[in-house]
Each structure stands twice: as C-alpha cells, then as structure tokens.
C-alpha cells in the first residue's frame, strides 16, 4: 500500500519494483482531505524499456496458451474483483474523490469488461468460405497483434484501464498499463489482482510517469498498439506520434455533450436525468452532459427546475461519508479552472444562475454544482471542454436550431434528446453529430458489450474502444486460402474410412 513519502512500485515481470526515476515524484492526493496519499514516480526511458523487454519475452508463450485457458484466469480475476468490490470502491473515492455509489457503479462497468473478456472465445474465431473458387476454400483468423500499451485519464481510475487490458490479454497479447500519474493506486490494486488471478509473469507490465514515459511507449519498435484515453490535446498528439512509428492506435478524447429538451419533455424526469449528467462524478466524465439545449417554451421552467434540484444535492466529502450525492473534482487547480469559467461567462454576457463558489470547501476540494444561462456557440464556455459541474444552458428555436448548434460542436462524443415524440427522437438520432446517442438517457455511455463510438475531435483513430470492435483492435487477421489436388496415390486412404 502507497506510503505518503515512498514512491509507488512499477510492476514488470511480475515483480512490484521501483522506477529507475523514483526521486521526482507527483503527489496523489485525497480529494476529500486535501492530503497527499502517496507519490507517483517520474518513471523513466529506462524503465519502459525494461518493460517492453518483459512483455516481449513473455508473449509467444502467453499468445500460443490456448484462447479458453487466457479467458479462464479472466474468470479467476472477475471472482477475484467481486470478493474485493467494496474496497476497490472505497479506493476509487479516496484517491479520486467520487461518491462511494459513484464509485460501486464505476467498478461494476469495469466488473462487466472482464465479463466481456470471459467471452473472447466466442469472439475470437474467423470466419470461412467453402469453394470460394473451384477447389478452393477460404478462412480467416484473428492473431495477437503483440506488445499492446494503455494510456488512461483520472476520470475513471478503475475503469479506464479495465476497457483495455482484460480483451487485450485475453486475445493473445502482452500489456504495458500507464496510469494516470494523478490516480495510480486502482490501477496497482488492479495488477495485484490480475497476478493473484494466475496470469503468468510478463504478460501485464505497469509503469509510472508523464510525458516522457508516454513518448517512450509511443515510439519502442517493439510495441505495437496503443490504446489512450484523455483530453482531446493529448489523444491527437498519441495518435499522430503512435502512427508514425507504425503503432495501431485508438484514442479517445475530450468532449462537449449537449442534451436537448424538447418542449413536450417529461419535465421532473429530465430534470433529473440533466443533473444527474452534469453533476454525477463532479462532472468528471466525458460523458457528462455539459451543454443543455431548450427547445421554445421549456427554457424557464427548465431553468428554474434545474436551479432548485442542483440546489438541493449534497455536496460533501466522500471519503468516508457515503451520504454526499456529490464529492470533489480532483485538484485546487482544477476546481479554479472550473470556477473560472464563471468569471468568463459573465463577462461574455451569459447569466450565472446558479454559483457553486457557494459551497464551503475547507481543505477539500469540493466546488458546488453551477448553472449559467444564455450561452451562446460564440462563448469560451461552448467552445472549451470545462470538466467540472458546471451546465451552460443554449436556448433554441427547434430541433433544426438544436442539431445546427451540435454541428457547430468540434467534438462528437456524446448527445441526448429528452421528448415523447418518436420522430423527433428519429430526426436526432440521425442527424446530431455525435457518435453516441442518447433517447430520454442522460448519459449514453455504453456498456462492454458495445463500442464507445466518439467521433470527430473526441475520437481519434478506427476501431473504438470496448465491445466487438474492442475484439479486433486487438486482433489481426491472417487469411488463407486452400487447394488440394486430388492424390494419384491412393495408400494413404485409410481403409476403415474407404470402407464406410
Ligand atoms: P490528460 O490528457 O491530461 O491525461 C491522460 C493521460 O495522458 C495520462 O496518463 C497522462 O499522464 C498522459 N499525459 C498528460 N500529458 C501528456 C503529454 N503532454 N504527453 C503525453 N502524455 C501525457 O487527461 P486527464 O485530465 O487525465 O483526463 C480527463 C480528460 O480525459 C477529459 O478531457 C475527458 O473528456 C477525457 N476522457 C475521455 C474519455 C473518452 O472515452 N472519450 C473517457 C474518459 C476521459
């Protein structure tokens, strides 16, 4: 367990060991308290190297282990997280500072990635073609691609990295985790799970660190795919590095979700749902709803239901105290960036209805939850992902006016619309662009069995995250075609077989 002055271990070839760069260290703090909980190493080159050596060495046995003997210790480790639900839970909120309830359904979605995982044998086969040519058949099959990285955020400190290595290994390949240097402690608790299920050493590697490290990753020759998750900044410079040095890359970025409430909306039911997506994790995910969007008649009392519900949540510490509804962000500095957005939006002629500065923080890192109206797609506050629990309201003429606003939106991760009519829901799903799409759902973050479809600046890449798609990112495909020429020399016909 993580000592407040003693930099945290690496993980490679199944050993917890200490960086080579463990004298500069970030601190990881306790949201809730204000408190440093353990220190991050800088990490090192060096040590990515010793890392990439590891999964290398381990893989042409790990990816020859037949398919169902990979998925049997993903059975393992899914009996072996369940067991220790509660305390990765309460892990999650100290280091992160969600609501512990927050925190149970984050490690339910990771729970349900290694449930996918369980599957890969009946994901994993190819498919074939019987006489595609005369005397020719064809088949396909799906191959480890090899040494495989995950990149992960702060948001999801569980999760995140529960999208990636569990299908990753189980198809064959060898893992380097890199987490978030802000939230490591999951991620290790992870690992010492994974190894406690049976994995053999080397095949799950973790290392420490920041950009460096990342680079490292990004250009080994011997690591040949990256998954990344984090700020759209971030996510386009992994993927522009990791493609040139001839990595297959998925990363997923930032966002700007809009939520559009139509005018026949069940009102108190999308109330509801609005806070519960802009304010559910401090507003740390990116499938937060960040943007509502009221179409005519509903903006006033949409507003006014907004104010009086976000009003009434209890904001408060969470480590230890399982009835806040709402924690704090992650850091001092990003609860100010956050709050800074209130400044601004007053000063671009937007109307903070509600001002979560109000909240008393003490050492924490709490910020209330905020509400600012008449924002409009030429403000700061539309255009730049905050990441906080702050809903900018747009008012919109129609639907037409709602989809040309989102078009206007740089990002595309995810939208929702709130109506009870079946063709506006339709005119939506089509035309918004975004790649996740929500009816009467707050936030339409899917779960493993499907992908996690971002598109334009929240995704950057082709084969997405999570689900089927998941499956082939880390896969490739060899095929082959047959032809047997019928034998002159029949004394290899057995003849029990001639008999028949
Ligand atoms: P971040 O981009 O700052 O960090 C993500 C990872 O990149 C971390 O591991 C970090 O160490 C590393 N990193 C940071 N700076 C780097 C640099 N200059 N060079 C190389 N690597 C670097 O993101 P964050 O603040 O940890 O997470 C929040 C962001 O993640 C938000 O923008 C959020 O929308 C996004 N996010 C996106 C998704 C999605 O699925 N699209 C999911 C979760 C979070």
Redesign the pocket.
Known sequence: MASQNTALNMFIRGQWTPSSNCEQTTAVMNPSTGQIIGRTPVGSPQDVDDAVHAASEALPTWAETPVVERARVMFAYRQLMEKEFDALARLLTREHGKTHAEARAEVQRGLEMVEFACSVPALIGGQTFPQIARGVDGETNRHPVGVCVG??????PNM?PLWMFPIAITCGNTFIL?????VPLSAIRLVELLAEAGLPDGVMNLVH???EV??ALLTHDDVAAVS????????K??YEVGSSHGKRVQA????KNHLIIMPDADLDQSVKALAASAFGCAG???MAGSVAVAVGRVGDSLIEGLVDHAGSINVDVTDGNDAAEMGPVISREHRDRVASYLDIAKTSGASVVLDGRSVEAGDSFLLGPSVVDQVTIDMPLWKE?V?GPLLSVVRADSLEHAIAVGKACPYG?GASIFTQSGHAAREFKRHFNAGMIGVNVGVPAPMAWLP?T?WNQ??FGDLH?QGTEGVHFYTRQKMTLTRWFESKDESHVDPVWNSV
């Open positions: 990149i992960t955020p702060y948001n999801f995140v890199k987490p978030s240097e802000k660190g920041g950009k990342v680079d990344f998750v984090g700020s759209t900044k971030i996510a410079y992994v997923a970025g930032g966002a740390q995910r990116c992902e990441f991760n996690f971002g929240s995704f995250i």
